[in-house]
């Protein structure tokens, strides 16, 4: 694989994750009834707060049952071609 592949994937890539943290996050709230803008990432909110990015990488973006719910289909089908998932 030549560099300037390389980089677009890691571009690809990196877009996807954020855009799926960002997605989740909002899921998260959404299940549990919180207003995204009431959460401090330190301390949550009654006690919770969703997973850090960190996390989110190794588990929730890993379930692409999970990631085809927060996705729209341009974004799932870039999702698949970087996992090689079906």
Request: aromatic share 14%; hydrophobic share 30%.
């Amino acid at each position: 694989m030549n560099a300037n592949h390389e980089t677009a994937e890691t571009t690809l890539f990196d877009t996807l994750l954020i855009k799926s943290f960002e997605k989740y996050k909002q899921d998260w709230c959404n299940a549990r009834g919180y207003d995204i803008t009431r959460i401090d990432e330190e301390i949550g909110i009654n006690g919770e707060c969703y997973v850090c990015l960190d996390e989110f990488e190794i588990n929730e973006f890993q379930d692409k049952d999970y990631i085809c719910t927060l996705l729209d289909a341009d974004e799932y089908e870039h999702y698949k071609i970087l996992f090689g998932k079906e």
